[in-house]
T-cell receptor, first 113, second 116 residues
Framework: DQQVKQNSPSLSVQEGRISILNCDYT??????FLWYKKYPAEGPTFLIS?????DKNEDGRFTVFLNKSAKHLSLHIVPSQPGDSAVYFC????????????FGGGTRLMVKP | KAGVTQTPRYLIKTRGQQVTLSCSPI?????VSWYQQTPGQGLQFLFE???????NKGNFPGRFSGRQFSNSRSEMNVSTLELGDSALYLC???????????????FGPGTRLLVL
């Protein structure tokens, strides 16, 4: 049973436009959520996180939104750049369960020049 | 500050052999977690170590084990290798074990293991 799902395996966006990546979860005990960017054969690079006590967190071009009632989070990238092309993973953890991250299956973002 | 380092980066083994992978966390980080990435199963949690003690374990057979040293460096071991163990093994570190607080984990580049 997948507790974290990214239903779009791929997304193509024009340079300069907004990229919106979505993630759904089923475990209501998750209280910390993260987005990572990953290139093939490399480790994930941390992008941005959000605690369940917030509904929005911004860092530069990246904004994460959390809708707890819908068990849904999204990552907005504005403006999108060709260098953003990578696979994006959302991950979640239960604070009291330590550092065990549960990952979604990933979304491949392609930003076209 | 140096990032998470993993050695070796690439490894080829044959079925039945055993393998040890090494991870050095970011300086000052005391929690080390291990993950396996495969095309079929995605990124899956193996285990977490904090203060030389295993704190959490994922759903993997006992052939997968690990340990952490007093300097927070960690090793993971896979015995009796199977073809399905071919994967990218990732190590991640964070300042401390989560205790009601979310922890950002920072990943190393991974060790690519191929079992023939």
């Amino acid at each position: 049973d997948q507790q974290v799902k990214q239903n779009s395996p791929s997304l193509s966006v024009q340079e300069g436009r907004i990229s919106i990546l979505n993630c759904d979860y089923t475990n209501s005990m998750f209280d910390y959520f993260l987005w990572y960017k990953k290139y093939p054969a490399e480790g994930p690079t941390f992008l941005i996180s959000i605690s369940s006590i917030k509904d929005k967190n911004e860092d530069g071009r990246f904004t994460v939104f959390l809708n707890k009632s819908a068990k849904h989070l999204s990552l907005h990238i504005v403006p999108s750049q060709p260098g953003d092309s990578a696979v994006y993973f959302c991950a979640a953890s239960e604070g009291y369960a330590g550092n065990m991250l549960t990952f979604g299956g990933g979304t491949r973002l392609m930003v076209k020049p | 500050k140096a990032g998470v380092t993993q050695t070796p980066r690439y490894l080829i083994k044959t079925r039945g052999q055993q393998v040890t992978l090494s991870c050095s966390p970011i300086s000052g980080h005391r929690s080390v977690s291990w993950y396996q990435q495969t095309p079929g199963q995605g990124l899956q949690f193996l285990f977490e170590y904090f203060s030389e003690t295993q704190r959490n374990k994922g759903n993997f057979p006992g052939r997968f084990s690990g340990r952490q040293f007093s300097n927070s460096r960690s090793e993971m071991n896979v015995s009796t290798l199977e073809l399905g163990d071919s994967a990218l093994y990732l190590c991640a570190s964070s300042p401390r074990q989560g205790a009601g607080l979310g922890q950002t984990q920072y990943f190393g580049p991974g060790t690519r293991l191929l079992v023939l």
